[in-house]
């Protein structure tokens, strides 16, 4: 009887050793998480059309920098640093054909990255390019857009 109870807390011990060892985890960090819950305003701000391709915790200055010799709105500049998701997707699109849009090269582009404000959902540009910056940052948050 003893050597059942010991063989039984060793197991028990043993067990729980390794579970902590295996906790489950995601990827994503605090802010990231909480970019989840902004998806129902980018595809509206896309009206649905696209393919999605990722988001990130991302302040919109991390694109601003990489897209030079652009006038910037001034709505999209005034928040640069502010927290912001941003929610990438893939197809075919005008600045005219989403919500609050701007081309900063060219009127079209395959890629729309739909920016919002993270404190309160609101919907601050949908960027529309026609390719990634090879420096800029997506490139590694969201490599199905290279």
């Not at 995601?26 to 990231?32: A, E, P, R």
């Not at 915790?57 to 010799?69: G, K, N």
């Amino acid at each position: 009887m003893k050597a059942k109870l010991v063989a039984f807390v060793a197991v028990v011990t043993v067990t729980g050793l390794l579970g902590g060892c295996t906790a489950a985890r995601n990827g994503l960090g605090t802010h990231d998480s909480a970019c989840f819950r902004v998806y129902p305003e980018a595809v509206a701000a896309v009206h649905g059309h696209g393919r999605f391709a990722g988001e990130r915790y991302l302040p919109p200055r991390a694109l601003i920098i990489e897209l030079h010799d652009v006038a910037v709105p001034d709505a999209l500049q005034d928040v640069s640093r502010v927290a912001t998701c941003l929610v990438a997707f893939t197809g075919r699109f005008t600045a005219s054909d989403v919500e609050q849009g701007w081309a900063p090269i060219g009127s079209e582009g395959r890629i729309a990255i739909v920016i919002v404000r993270q404190r309160d959902l609101v919907l601050l540009a949908t960027v529309v390019l026609n390719r990634i910056p090879p420096r800029l940052v997506f490139a590694h948050v969201f490599p199905r857009l290279r």
